[in-house]
């Protein structure tokens, strides 16, 4: 269920609010080969399905920042935040990607506000936390820090 928070009053309220999960994704080799056409990066433990059976993980996987990127339509799936100008995304603070995600797998994002600051402008700074879970996996995909700015 997504949550719905108005103006910047109501952003602020959410400093450490869990935010719950999102729901599943499926990792294909048609969107790991896509990322890799648009980022540039085909190394071949992400597009090269033969020799990638020969490797660690038996089969491709996904690229983490591809995993990463999937953050904000996963994070929309969680809160929707009306009453404001305009929002921007800030940066991350830190980002880890403890475990693979082999194709095939499904992916989904839980997510935290850890703390909301005032920022110049009227702004305030909302960091996110972000731990992208892999279905019947212990460690996470990727653990992030997610910053944005949200303006009057």
């Known amino acids: 269920m997504t949550l719905e928070v108005h103006g910047m009053t109501e952003i602020q309220q959410l400093a450490g609010k869990d935010l719950g999960r999102s729901a599943w994704r ?3 080799q048609e969107l790991i080969d896509g990322f890799a056409d648009v980022s540039g990066d085909h190394q ?27 953050g904000v339509p996963m994070f929309a799936e969680l809160l929707t935040v009306s009453g404001v100008g305009r929002s921007l995304n ?9 475990a693979p995600v082999p194709v095939g797998s499904r992916v989904r994002l839980h997510a935290s506000v850890i703390d909301v600051q005032p920022v110049k402008n009227g702004g305030v700074q909302m960091v996110r936390g972000f731990t992208f879970e892999i279905e019947d996996c212990t460690k996470p995909a990727c653990v992030a820090e997610s910053i944005t700015h949200f303006y009057p």
Do not use: C, E
């Open 26 to 28: 499926t990792v294909s």
């Open 44 to 70: 071949w433990i992400h597009v090269d399905a033969q020799r990638a059976a020969a490797g660690p993980y038996s089969k491709t996987i996904a690229h983490g920042y591809m995993i990463l990127s999937w």
């Open 90 to 98: 800030y940066g991350v603070n830190t980002v880890r990607f403890p």
